[in-house]
C-alpha cells in the first residue's frame, strides 16, 4: 500500500502550516531593520540552549538516519548505533575543549579559523574541500533518501519528491539561522515523536505476527531471533567488519570521525558560535542525550523488519526490480504498515528530518561561500546586504546541483556507509589540522597545507591498497584507514614543523587558557549520566 490517506495527508498538512508559519513568525519578529552577515549565517546570541540542542540535532538527524541507518539496521543490527552513542560522548569533548576555543577566539566558520590559526591558503583550500562535500556528498545523499522515503511511502514520483523536498527546506533555509533554529525545535518534536510512534508500532507488528504476549515482550523475541544483530563488535571474518572493524569503534578511527563531525564542521558547530560558553555547552550537553534516543528510533525498526522478512512477510516490498534485497527499503515498509493518521505522523517526522538537515547544509554551505570564498575572493567591498543575497543565492545553487546528481546514487546498498566512507577522505587530514592548531603552538601554516593536499590521495592509497588476512585478500576497513591515514598525517605535520624555519619565530597560536576548559556542576553531572548510560549499554550488548 503505497499511499497515504486524506487523514494522513491532513497530519502532515498541519505540520507543514504549523512549521511554516513559525518559520514566518520568527523571520518578521526577530528581523533586524538591517539583516547582516552575522545575524544571518548565525542567529548571534539569540538562540536558546534548548534551541541551539535540538538545532544541532535536526541538522545531523535525516533521511540518512531514517533511511540509511535503519537499512543497516536491517543488514548488520545494532552495532551501526555506536555511530550515535559514540557520538553522546564526542559531543562532550567537544563542549569541554572545542567550542571555549573558538568562542574566545571569535571565530564563526571553520575556514576562518584556519585563516586566523595558519594562512589564507590553508584557509581556501579546505573551504574548497568542505563545499565540494557538503554538496556532493551530503546534501546528494540527504536529497536521494528524503524522496526515495517520500516515493516509497506516496507513490509521488521521485522527481516532483526532490522538488517538494527542496522547496520546502528553501523556505526554512533562505529566513536565516534564526529561522533554522527556532524551526528545529518543532522538527525535532515531530521526528522524535514520529520516530518513537515507528518503532512502538514495529515492535507491536512483530509481537501479532510471532505471537509474543505483549509489546516489550517483542524486544526480546528479536534478540533471540536475530541474536547476530545486537552485537556492538564485530570479530576479524564477521561479514560487516570492514564496516565497524571490532574495537575501533572504541579506541580508533571512529573517534577521528566523530571529533571531525562533531567538532570541526560548520554545520554542526555553527549553531552555538553564536552563543556565549555556557548556552553552547548546555546546547551541546543537550543535543548528547537525544544522541542517546536515535538507535531507538531508526535502528530498532530496522530489526524488526529484518526479523519480519526472515519470517516470510514482506518479501517483495524489500528487494528492488532486479530481485535483490534492499536494507534501505525496511524503514519506508515499515512506515506503510502504519494505521491511517499515524502513519500521517511518521510521514511528518521523516520529512522534518530531512528538511531540517537539508536546511541546516544549505545554510553552512551559503555561510563557507559567501564569507571565505566570495567576500575574500571575489568581491571584497560587498555590502552586508549583498552577502546576504550571494548567501541565498548558493543555496539555490547548490541544491540544484544536488538535485541533478541524486539519483546517481541508486547503486549503493547502504547510502549510510557511503556517506561515512567519503566524508572520511577528509576527516583525517581536517581533524589533524584543527587538532595541532588547537593545542601545539609551533604547527606552521606549511605543516597544514601537507596536511591538506596529501589527505585524499593517502586515503585513496589505503583504499585500494589490499591485505592478506588468512590467506586472503580485503580491503582495509574505512575506519582503520582513517586511523592510519590519521597517524602518518600526525607525524608529517610534525616533521614538517620542526624542519621549517618559521617554527623558531613567534608562530601564530590561538588565545588559550586552562580557565576556559572549566566546567559547571551540573555539566559534569549531566556528562557522568551519559557515560554511565554508553558504559552499560556496551556492557550488555558487547
Known amino acids: 500500500m503505497n499511499h497515504l490517506s486524506a487523514f494522513d495527508y491532513a497530519v502532515f498538512l498541519m505540520y507543514f502550516i504549523i512549521v511554516s508559519a513559525y518559520g514566518y513568525w520568527v523571520y518578521r519578529s526577530k528581523k533586524k531593520k538591517r539583516t547582516d552577515t552575522k545575524d544571518y549565517f548565525l542567529a548571534e546570541g539569540s538562540l536558546t540552549w534548548w534551541a541551539i540542542g535540538a538545532s544541532i540535532i535536526a541538522s545531523n538527524i535525516s533521511a540518512e538516519h531514517f533511511i540509511g541507518m535503519s537499512g543497516s539496521g536491517f543488514a548488520m543490527g545494532l552495532a551501526i548505533a555506536s555511530y550515535e552513542w559514540m557520538a553522546a560522548a564526542t559531543l562532550i569533548i567537544v563542549a569541554i575543549f572545542f567550542l571555549p576555543i573558538y568562542i574566545k577566539n571569535k571565530i564563526y566558520t571553520m575556514p576562518q579559523f584556519l585563516s586566523n590559526r595558519y594562512n589564507n591558503t590553508v584557509s581556501t583550500l579546505m573551504a574548497v574541500f568542505w563545499l565540494l562535500v557538503y554538496v556532493f556528498v551530503n546534501l ?11 516515493e516509497t511511502i506516496t507513490g509521488v514520483p521521485f522527481s516532483i519528491c526532490i522538488i517538494f523536498l527542496a522547496i520546502f527546506s ?48 517483542s524486544l526480546p523475541l528479536l534478540r533471540s531471533e536475530a541474536s547476530d544483530h545486537f552485537h556492538m563488535i564485530f570479530s576479524k571474518g564477521d561479514k560487516f567488519y570492514n564496516e565497524l572493524p571490532g574495537i575501533a569503534v572504541l579506541v580508533g578511527g571512529l573517534w577521528i570521525n566523530n571529533l571531525n563531525y562533531w ?4 554545520y554542526i558547530v555553527q549553531r552555538a558560535l553564536g552563543a556565549d560558553l555556557k548556552t553552547g555547552r548546555n546546547g551541546l550537553i543537550f543535543a548528547a542525550f537525544l544522541k542517546l534516543l536515535i538507535p531507538v528510533i531508526v535502528v530498532i525498526p530496522g530489526i524488526a523488519a529484518y526479523v519480519l522478512y526472515q519470517r516470510g512477510y514482506f518479501h517483495s516490498e524489500m528487494l528492488d526490480a532486479a530481485g535483490t534485497v534492499k536494507p534501505d527499503h ?24 530531512i528538511v531540517a538537515s537539508l536546511a541546516g547544509k544549505c545554510n553552512s554551505i551559503a555561510t563557507i561561500f559567501t ?73 606552521t601554516s606549511r605543516a597544514a597545507l601537507t596536511a591538506a593536499l596529501l589527505t585524499i590521495p593517502l586515503s585513496i592509497l589505503f583504499k585500494f591498497l589490499p591485505i592478506i ?17 590519521f597517524m602518518i598525517i600526525i607525524g608529517l605535520m610534525v616533521l614538517v614543523t620542526l624542519t621549517d624555519p618559521k617554527s623558531k619565530d613567534n608562530p601564530q597560536g590561538l588565545e588559550i587558557d586552562s580557565s576556559m576548559f572549566k566546567v559547571t556542576p551540573a555539566f559534569t553531572i549531566a556528562s557522568v549520566i551519559i557515560c554511565g548510560i554508553l558504559a552499560a549499554l556496551y556492557t550488555v550488548f558487547w
Open 469 to 485: 588476512t588468512n590467506g586472503a585478500i580485503s580491503p582495509i576497513p574505512f575506519l582503520n584507514r582513517m586511523s592510519w591515514v
Open 140 to 150: 546528494t545523499s540527504i536529497f536521494f533518501l528524503g524522496a526515495i522515503a517520500i
Open 371 to 443: 564569507l571565505d570564498i566570495y567576500k575574500k575572493f571575489i568581491k571584497p567591498e560587498a555590502s552586508e546586504t549583498r552577502l546576504v543575497s550571494v548567501g541565498r543565492w548558493s543555496v539555490v545553487i547548490a541544491s540544484l546541483i544536488a538535485i541533478i546528481i541524486a539519483p546517481a546514487l541508486r547503486s549503493f546498498d547502504q547510502v549510510y556507509q557511503f556517506i561515512q566512507e567519503y566524508v572520511g577522505f577528509i576527516s583525517p587530514g581536517v581533524f589533524a589540522i584543527f587538532l595541532l592548531g588547537f593545542f601545539w603552538k609551533k604547527t
Open 330 to 353: 525496511a524503514y519506508p515498509v515499515l512506515m506503510n504498515l502504519l494505521p491511517a493518521g499515524i502513519k500521517g505522523l511518521a510521514f511528518a517526522a521523516l520529512t522534518a528530518a
Open 263 to 266: 567538532g570541526c564542521n560548520q
Open 170 to 217: 528553501a523556505i526554512i533555509t533562505l529566513g536565516g539561522m534564526k529561522v533554522i533554529g527556532y524551526t528545529d525545535v518543532i522538527q525535532v518534536f515531530v521526528l522524535v515523536a514520529g520516530g518513537l510512534i515507528t518503532c512502538y508500532m514495529a515492535l507491536k507488528l512483530v509481537s501479532e505476527k510471532l505471537d509474543a504476549p505483549s509489546v516489550l515482550a
